[in-house]
């Protein structure tokens, strides 16, 4: 069979220039038995050709793309092409994939794939294929990366390689789906399997997919020892509680990280109880960003606005850390009451959404989708989009950029500094642009 597998992307002048190369549609390539023929589309790179030849086309989605997701499906099952969708939304919603597919994945594929590719070419592909347990991360294939296509870095946004040392998440955030999905029992891939894998990658530059990198202080103290004399340069994501232990920050500096994204989620002490990854953090976020500056990381913190416990200082509050912890790049989001999350049950139960179904409507990113508790509509997105522009201001971004972590005293430092936090601004500042649909006062978000 000739097999395409489909990662969707919509490219909007609001979307992210962070470009990555993911690793589950190189993984699930390898997973396929070699008598069939691969290609393989991330639409983060390259358009897909809806004229080529397929017989079978497997397409990953993720709730953000469900319109271009289901769309896609539906035309190539015009044109007579078997369709399977799998990723975090399908396994959340099978009934509702089911109308725009031959068959779903629920779960992770490694264990249901090859069974999946022979029913299909023997023309008996069932509707539902469902992994019922969690996948042994010992002797996976390595990725077929080499079925990318060809991309040229940009110094603002280089390419980074996305390479896995573990999978699920202890935490289960309200809301958050990654531990329903991936499992809340942490997994590491073997040290020496992840180290020759990266050592495999013909590029500098890769990035850590784990949603919580370093979980596991033994096993990430082991890898990161491993990878010291690889001389590469790596960036991740992970929690807030890396900063608890100095040996582990200083392996991670040695192995060659430069940056992480850190979920700082909130600065308000009422929220912090309610989000499991920073409710037993045993340092302060400023002590946590002292330790992180001090090895030389570069931090991308995240916040979320409009938890149920935040009153309208959060916005006066979360300014002022960024400014004073030097954040090197801030991503400010409007909560998302994502379907399969407590959150979404709740907010559901309590009849607070202002659209059920929302993920069909391909409404922006930071749409307000819900009717917020401790302060009205108006003032959340009012306080949000002041807070984004106070942030992304240029005495805001100059601030910051003068509290000089190690890692911009270079000149490719610099050049990332100023290229990641303008794209971002302009990025941010056109969304600000758009109309909110659920909320009367369509110009809250104002003229910048």
Known sequence: MKIKLIAPHEQHEYTSNFRLKRVNLPLIAA????????????????????????DLVGITVITDLVPRAYRMADTYRQKGVKVVLGGIHPTIMPDEALGHADAVVVGEAEGVWARLVA??????????YRADKKTDLTGLPRPRRDLFAKTEPRMSAPVYVGVEASRGC?????????????????????????????????????????????????????????????????????????????????????SGCRGLLLGFE???????????????????????????HGEGFGILGAF??????????????TYEFIIKSGLDV???????????????????????LFEPDWWLHGYPPDTLLFQPKSMTADELLSGYAHL?????????????????????????????????????????????????????????????
């Open 31 to 54: 997973l396929t038995p070699p008598s069939h023929t691969i290609t393989m589309v991330d639409e983060v790179f390259a358009p897909d050709d809806l004229n080529q030849e397929v």
């Open 119 to 128: 029913d299909a070419a023997s023309g008996q592909l069932q509707r539902l």
């Open 330 to 352: 801030v991503q400010l989001r409007i909560l998302t009451p994502l379907p399969g999350t407590r959150l979404y049950k709740r907010l559901f139960s309590e009849g607070r």
């Open 266 to 292: 909130s600065v308000q002490k009422g929220t912090q109880h309610e989000v499991k990854k920073i409710k037993n953090l045993k340092i302060d976020f400023y002590e946590a960003m002292r330790r992180f």
């Open 388 to 448: 984004t522009r106070q942030t992304y201001s240029s005495g805001s971004m100059l601030k910051r950029f003068l509290g000089m972590s190690p890692w911009k005293r270079t000149l490719r430092g610099c050049l990332m500094y100023a290229g990641i936090n303008i794209s971002t601004r302009d990025r941010y500042f056109k969304s600000l642009r758009i109309p909110q649909p659920f909320v009367g006062a369509a110009n809250v978000r104002g003229e910048l």
């Open 170 to 254: 202890p935490f289960d955030c309200e809301f958050c789906c990654s531990g329903q999905i991936m499992g809340q029992q942490y997994r590491v891939r073997p040290v020496q399997e992840v180290v020759a894998e990266i050592e495999s990658i013909d590029s500098t530059d890769f990035f850590f997919v784990d949603d919580a990198l370093g979980m596991n202080r033994e096993a990430g103290k082991k890898l990161f020892t491993e990878m010291i004399p690889l001389k590469r340069l790596w960036m991740g994501q992970g929690t807030v509680s890396l900063a608890e232990d100095v040996e582990l920050l200083k392996l991670m500096r040695r």
């Open 304 to 317: 979320i606005l409009g938890f149920d416990y935040e009153n309208k200082d959060v916005f006066e509050q």
